[in-house]
């Protein structure tokens, strides 16, 4: 092992693992380095390496994270081992010694440095990248590929990554543009990880024997499942099964399509031995599981279920940990006042804290989350319930991780979480140093299938995809620094582009394979008569055209039928193909778009039907009417005779013809089909002996060819896709005037420091003054349009701005957004989201100085949410006042930062 290593694996209290020793050795004889490793694995030691490094080599070292709350995590470790003078935190809301030797920043700064070429950058030796699979994400990943991309070469990366199964393509990539790189990859939890399902109150093993994720490597064979949760579910399902029988017995048929295993009683007694949150916090108090983390797949859950914890009376705390956690809590608001502490709820939340419980989400308070991330690595706190973010946030480790359902709600629909996810969340489990074993514990439901469940937690990886696509901003950057050559060069480098280039040689090498079948089969059609291929393909044009005309007709009928349907009236007298003379009954017009019209009937012989158009062979012509009773009912059969003898006397005294049922055709494609029959009889290959022998290879020819210029059509639209993609994001800003051929504008300099989704309408804004004349509050509310994004609500009563002056500037901004989307489409780019005015009112009412609870009553957000899009107001405020340079916009944004600067969010700054 070399010294240096040596020295430093000399700095723990524990030894370190044989791939953390395998990283270092790599970083120390100067390459780049990713680890992949389970979360809780210790990978970031060989980050704190890079760190040791760069201090012996007296060089810089930049420590990014993808979260402001994992810098700042990061950068109290840091100062604890190297001092406050040589470590400095940058998240874009805190500034604290910038220049030093070690800076912990977001993965955003570091981008945002390297576009503007700062000097910090000098003499900087390491970048170390945790959590680089975020660059899977929709919205901030790209930034990691900007900045893998942008560095220097002379810089040394460290990739850290939670395990995933293509590591050894994002290895490659790495290799590719970043040089000598190494990859290490453990697939050993240093904690190991038990399954454990909560039946009841009873916890029961998922596995027989060992779980897979409690061995150093993957069983050979698979672990079986526990056969007494296999009883259990066969169990249920007899039980489910019998309650269905006695329910259809009871009422004479059953229902269909209900499930008696959710609506039924005998099944809710079942069901009733699912045990509350309080009495889970007990099984786990008892059993000596906790501290635990429980996740529950919502913000609102989360908040609910400390208040059942806390409202049953169950305390997990003894006196001594209450009191600290008292101390934490009172610590972290000391700069709060009075009526803000009322606002938010304090008491209640400082009660359920002190007695072990808390709730931890992406809505909270920052000064809240401070709180039980602080009381959790004390060990005073016992249980936090918590959303999925959690897992992919800063550090906190469990003994135990409860999982309360399998299915989430994606924001379109609710699904089952993938095996990745699961090995996120329950990666948690297990403290290093503190728990010789950790465990995940799923909730028992109606209807689980421990098969599955054993699925998820025997597979341990998700793929890495890249989300990585040019925006406006990155292309007037890219085109400062690079160039517009360069800069399509370096964007054909991205990990994006990587993974589309592998997918392009698969469809290459399927290409060729197929030429290889077609040279084959080339040689079966040889005819001495002529050319054999020449009259497959008349063949093959007339079945072709055979198979259009069909088409074409059954839609065209279709569309007669349908609208025949809705033109139809009760009382109408129609003749059905099967059925005779009926009489309409009901018609159902298209209540949306897509659902089909249908008509219900009843016939001569009393047979009632509900038709749709495919149940029809032609338009439904009506041939009379008679009168359908008000109270008319298919079940009164006195009703049923009436109606059908007036049928009856209509139609003997109308004597109407059965309707021709007529298919609609086009006489050209007929004529074109007759002409290419004409011309096959005349081919001299038409007179072979084998014809059809031959027709057999040669359709299976036609065929291999059509897929093989699909395959070359595809591989041709994916190979340079992003360069394209970029071409287009430049048409777009050459057509605007941020371009002027490969130079940017003074418009292109002023984008370059604009950071938001809709750079390009804020942008444009700017340049159309839209913003000029707005007061501090005003131009808030009419910037946060730009950022928000509402959630899905069922109020009644629309959002608006919140003053005549925000309200002409949010209606030009919006004008502004047509007119780029405008252009957009001309070049074939997708438009950005549209702008959303539900944060606008809020944002008035804070940077106009009202108190928080005055506030907060305006909005349906929880107070973390609100502080999170004050943020991001005041930092568009920021960017907007460096884009707009010297002038009246410049000092109004600044004057909005300082308004909305105050309070919470001033303590939540400082906080970071």
Same mark, same amino acid.
């Given at each position: ?21 395998? %990283? ?26 890079? +760190? ?75 970048? +170390? ?37 293509? +590591? ?33 109150? @009873? ?143 304090? *008491? ?5 804290? =002190?007695?072990?419980? %808390? ?197 065209? $009928? ?6 025949? =349907? ?80 007036? =049928? ?8 109407? $013809? ?20 004409? *011309? ?17 290879? %040669?359709? @299976? ?29 430049? %048409? ?167 308004? =909305? ?12």
């Amino acid at each position: 092992m070399p010294e240096g290593v040596r020295e430093f694996a000399a700095l723990y209290p524990y030894h370190l693992d044989d791939y953390q020793l395998a %990283a270092c050795r790599e970083l120390d004889e100067g390459r780049g380095v990713l680890v992949a490793a389970p979360t809780g694995a210790g990978k970031t030691v060989v980050g704190e390496f890079a +760190v040791h490094l760069a201090v012996q080599d007296s060089r810089k070292c930049f420590y990014t994270t993808p979260i402001k709350a994992l810098s700042n995590q990061k950068y109290h470790d840091l100062v604890e081992r190297y001092g406050p003078d040589r470590v400095g935190l940058l998240t874009g809301d805190s500034s604290v010694n910038s220049e030093a030797q070690i800076v912990v920043m977001t993965t955003e700064v570091l981008r945002n440095m390297i576009y503007a070429q700062s000097p910090t950058l000098n003499n900087l030796g390491f970048v +170390v990248m945790d959590e680089v699979h975020y660059l899977a994400d929709r919205f901030r990943g790209p930034v990691w590929e900007e900045v893998i991309l942008g560095l220097a070469e002379s810089v040394a990366i460290v990739a850290l990554s939670a395990t995933v199964s293509n +590591v050894e393509d994002f290895g490659e990539w790495l290799r590719t543009v970043r040089g000598d790189f190494a990859v290490v990859v453990s697939e050993r939890r240093p904690v190991p990880l038990f399954q454990h399902v909560l039946v009841g109150r @009873r916890l029961v093993d998922l596995f027989d024997g060992v779980a897979p994720t409690a061995s150093e490597l993957p069983a050979e064979r698979a672990a079986r499942v526990n056969r007494e949760l296999l009883k259990v579910s066969r169990e249920e399902s007899g039980r489910v099964r019998d309650d269905s029988r006695r329910a259809r017995g009871r009422s004479g048929r059953g229902r269909p399509g209900q499930r008696s295993s959710y609506g039924d009683q005998p099944a809710q007694r079942f069901a009733a031995r699912q045990p509350g949150r309080g009495e889970v916090a007990i099984v786990l108090e008892r059993a000596r599981l906790l501290p635990a983390i429980y996740f529950i797949f919502s913000r609102v859950g989360c908040d609910a279920a400390v208040r059942q914890v806390a409202d049953s009376g169950t305390v997990l705390t003894n006196r001594a940990e209450a009191a600290l956690l008292g101390d934490i809590a009172d610590r972290h608001v000391a700069g709060l006042g009075e009526a803000d502490l009322r606002a938010l709820d304090y *008491e209640r939340f400082r009660d359920a804290l =002190m007695a072990g419980v %808390a709730a931890h989400h992406a809505g909270q308070l920052p000064a809240f989350k401070a709180i039980i991330e602080e009381g959790f690595a004390t060990g005073a706190l016992k249980l936090v319930f918590a959303t999925e973010t959690l897992a992919l946030g800063i550090n906190m480790p469990a003994r135990t991780v409860v999982l309360e359902k399998l299915v989430k709600f994606n924001g379109e629909a609710h699904v089952d979480i993938t095996p990745g996810e699961y090995t996120q969340l329950t990666g948690r489990a297990g403290r290093r140093g503190i728990d010789v074993e950790g465990h995940a514990v799923v909730l028992w439901r109606s209807g689980m299938d421990p098969r599955a469940v054993a699925g998820l937690a025997s597979r341990r990886t998700y793929p890495l995809r890249s989300s990585f696509a040019p925006s406006y901003n990155m292309a007037v950057n890219l085109m400062a620094t690079l160039g517009r050559d360069r800069a399509r060069e370096l964007l054909n480098q991205s990990f994006a582009q990587f993974q589309t280039d592998k997918s392009v040689v698969q469809a290459s090498r399927a290409g060729r394979g197929l030429r290889v079948d077609l040279a084959g089969e080339y040689a079966a059609v040889e005819c001495h008569l002529g050319d054999f291929m020449e009259y497959a393909r008349l063949r093959d044009e007339i079945s072709r055209l055979e198979a259009a005309a069909s088409k074409d007709r059954r839609r065209e $009928q279709a569309e007669q039928v349908s609208d025949s =349907m809705t033109k139809l009236l009760p009382g109408d007298i129609v003749h059905l193909d099967r059925q005779g003379w009926s009489v309409v009954l009901r018609v159902g017009q298209k209540a949306q778009r897509g659902a089909e019209p249908w008509v219900q009937t009843i016939s001569a012989d009393h047979t009632v039907l509900k038709l749709q158009p495919h149940d029809l062979r032609g338009p439904l012509t009506p041939v009379g009417r008679v009168r359908v009773p008000r109270d008319f009912s298919v079940r009164d059969r006195k009703s049923r005779r009436s109606l059908l003898q007036s =049928m009856s006397e209509r139609i003997e005294e109308k004597d109407p $013809q059965v309707p021709d049922v007529a298919s609609p055709s086009d006489e050209s494609v007929a004529r074109r089909i007759a002409e290419f029959r004409r *011309e096959l009889k005349r081919h001299p290959c038409h007179e072979c002996p084998d014809r059809e022998t031959h027709a057999v290879h %040669a359709a @299976r020819i036609i065929r291999l060819e059509r897929e093989a210029e699909r395959v070359e059509r595809e591989t041709t639209g994916r190979a340079n896709s992003l360069a394209v993609q970029f071409d287009r994001v430049c %048409a777009v800003l050459d057509e605007l005037g941020y371009l002027d051929g490969d130079d940017l504008t003074d418009a292109g300099r002023m984008l370059r420091r604009i950071y938001n989704e809709l750079d390009l309408v804020a942008a444009e804004c700017v340049r159309r003054d839209v913003f000029a004349g707005l007061d501090a509050p005003e131009l808030a509310a009419v910037l946060s349009t730009l950022l928000y994004e509402s959630r899905p609500s069922r109020d009644s009563v629309p959002p608006r701005m919140p003053n005549r002056a925000s309200e002409q500037a949010q209606s030009a901004l919006r004008a502004t957004w047509r007119e780029v989307g405008q252009v957009e489409r001309r070049h074939r780019r997708d438009r950005g989201r549209e702008p959303d005015i539900g944060f606008a009112e809020a944002a008035w009412r804070w940077a106009s100085g009202q108190e928080l609870a005055k506030v907060l009553a305006t909005t349906d957000l929880s107070a973390g949410d609100f502080v999170r899009w004050v943020r991001q107001v005041i930092d568009l405020a920021g960017q907007l006042a460096s884009a707009a340079g010297p002038g009246d916009l410049r000092r109004t944004a600044h004057a909005v930062q300082d308004a =909305m600067r105050r309070g919470v969010v001033a303590v939540e700054l400082e906080e970071d």
